[in-house]
């Protein structure tokens, strides 16, 4: 995914927070059965080389797992928060199967509509 508004799309998807990343995981609903994924690593994180290190990580990991545990359709975004650098990269393997564990679990169980898109934290 290289667009600004498929990454906003996907915030108003699933989200699995792990300690090194969020996960967030967005159906698309456009009849194509390709599984996309993105990433995002913010200045907050650390400097370009830290970010670039970050994003190899995960590419890693997204290319080892999402064929395996990711969503036909889908949407797949994944957003590097302060500490994922350390973390080992066998916890971070473990920690992205709990996370579309989790997803998955939420999905096959959630029969209501998806949240709202508008009033989050603006004291609506």
Not at 25 to 38: K, L, Q, T, Y
Not at 43 to 51: D, N, P, S, T
Not at 61 to 74: D, T, V, W
Not at 94 to 109: D, N, P, S, V, Y
Request: aromatic letters at 4%; a positive charge.
């Amino acid at each position: 995914m290289s667009r600004r508004a498929d990454f906003l799309a996907a915030n108003r998807g699933k989200r699995a927070p792990m300690p090194g990343f969020v996960l967030l995981v967005r159906e698309r609903a456009d009849g194509d059965p390709a599984m996309r994924f993105g990433i995002t690593v913010t200045k907050k994180i650390g400097g370009a080389v830290v970010r670039n290190r970050m994003k190899r990580r995960f590419r890693v990991l997204a290319r080892e797992l999402l064929p395996l545990h990711g969503y036909a359709g889908a949407d797949h975004v994944l957003i590097g928060r302060d500490g994922g650098i350390e973390r080992d990269f066998t916890l971070l393997r473990a920690e992205l199967e709990k996370a579309l564990g989790k997803i998955a679990r939420a999905t096959a169980g959630d029969n209501r509509p998806q949240r709202a898109a508008h009033g989050r934290g603006k004291g609506a």
